[in-house]
């Protein structure tokens, strides 16, 4: 069951813990500068705190003459075009990153289920503006098109908070997920007791085994018995079950070995997909729990977890799986509510900056929502994030006061539809061009 939190944050307390983000990461800017040394030392207009500041609050609908205007009031502060372009260039995009990382950290009053995080791990392409000389993020085109350009965002999501716990940006020459998300195990910037929830993409023997050394929870969706996956071997039912299974890798080829497939996976001679099998030894035993539930009259889907059947029993895999389409809905409301599909530069630092800063805005935004209690009928009806956004961010900018805010955002409300499914269309959508901002 999911346990809220017994008590709530103010706007004006969450506004503060950014704040309070940003004055740490530019307390320490010079680990985040191209020249320590020298970046930001001299008294400029454009001060780091301005700076970040400036990229958190920019529209991606305006022009940058335009976000200049509407951030600096009056004339005698306002810089030139030429001169934030200059400063963002000495900026590395993880400024921003540490920022998020520490505004959510600070963050102390978060749902669990089951006094666990779930964390769900996914990721999505994020076209951007057309430049063929980025060779990292341009895409040639096939037969008469031109290409275009993209990021791939791989992100960590927490399903009960709405908040990203992290993300990282790869470009599409070294885009995998899976190796993705080893590295932010690797790295751990997210709480001890979470349970992270993938998709089919991520059904990996390295990653199962990372998992389990470091003793991290993990529910991954894998192939159904009757395909090519990592069950195909088992000769198992054609039936619900929840079992007990152990694959035992190997570099070894013998009859043992070549006898029985369900129980032996053969790994090839310094295999670089996997880790764990050191050279001086010939087995590594790989312990998985195997949930297999129905979800249509003739369609199952199977789950690997190393979740214990007394913390989560066979009735709450399901629910705990189902809970992983947050993060779907998440990234449509990252890229058209919040406007993480539009930037204002070409260039790949400049856009690593925005996206880090769209999802500072997304989980500000969720978190004033998730403490905002809902007057009446919070069991049907909660806060419409689209429009809440436009209020948040007037916020942000001191455009309106607290009891205006929550005011503002109570009024509009959307029903809750617990169990809605459709059917999930996909439209590519090209990275709006500049030159068509208006000013």
């Not at 991606?60 to 001169?83: G, V």
């Not at 995998?176 to 349970?195: F, G, Q």
């Not at 470091?214 to 054609?238: P, Y």
Request: hydrophobic share 35%.
């Amino acid at each position: 069951m999911t346990t809220n939190p017994n008590y709530y944050y103010a706007p004006s307390t969450i506004k503060n813990l950014l704040l309070t983000s940003i004055d740490s990461v530019v307390s320490n800017i010079n680990c985040y500068t191209k020249s320590p040394d020298v970046d930001f030392t001299r008294v400029r207009k454009i001060t780091a705190d301005t700076l970040i500041k400036f990229i958190l609050l920019m529209s991606t609908d305006k022009s940058m003459n335009s976000n200049l205007c509407d951030y600096f009031t009056l004339a005698d502060d306002l810089p030139s075009q030429s001169a934030m372009c200059q400063r963002r260039n000495l900026l590395f995009p993880d400024a921003l990153r540490r920022v998020m990382r520490l505004f959510t950290d600070n963050m102390s009053n978060l749902k669990t289920f089951n006094g666990y995080y779930l964390l769900a791990c996914d990721g999505s392409d994020i076209n951007i503006p057309y430049n063929p000389d980025d060779i990292e993020t341009f895409h040639p085109g096939k037969d008469d098109s031109r290409g275009y350009n993209q990021l791939h965002l791989n992100a960590l999501y927490d399903v009960c908070n709405h908040i990203y716990q992290d993300i990282q940006i790869d470009t599409h020459t070294k885009k995998n997920e899976t190796y993705a998300l080893e590295d932010v195990i690797k790295m751990h910037n997210y709480p001890d007791n979470s349970v992270i929830i993938c998709d089919r993409g991520y059904e990996k023997y390295n990653l199962f085994a990372l998992c389990i050394e470091r003793n991290q929870k993990f529910l991954i969706r894998v192939k159904d018995v009757n395909s090519n996956g990592i069950l195909s071997t088992m000769n198992l039912e054609d039936t619900e079950f929840d079992i007990d299974i152990t694959k035992t890798l190997t570099r070894l080829q013998t009859n043992e070995v070549k006898a029985h497939p369900e129980k032996y996976v053969r790994l090839m001679t310094n295999c670089p997909d996997f880790e764990y099998l050191k050279i001086e030894d010939d087995y590594y035993d790989l312990p998985l729990r195997i949930v297999r539930f129905k979800i249509t009259e003739d369609t199952y889907e199977c789950l690997a977890t190393n979740l214990s059947r007394e913390e989560f029993p066979f009735e709450v895999m399901k629910e705990l799986y189902h809970k992983r389409w947050n993060i779907e809905e998440s990234f449509k409301t990252l890229k058209y509510a919040i406007g993480a599909d539009s930037f204002n530069s070409k260039k790949q630092n400049f856009i690593r900056q925005e996206i880090y800063a769209k999802v500072i805005l997304y989980n500000f935004s969720s978190f004033i929502i998730n403490n905002t209690v809902i007057d009446q009928q919070a069991d049907k009806y909660k806060i419409n994030f689209h429009v809440a956004i436009t209020n948040i961010r007037s916020y942000l900018k001191n455009e309106i006061d607290e009891t205006n805010l929550i005011a503002k955002i109570k009024k509009f409300l959307t029903l809750i539809r617990p169990g809605r499914t459709y059917e999930r269309r996909l439209k590519p959508k090209h990275a709006t061009p500049l030159a068509y901002k208006h000013s």
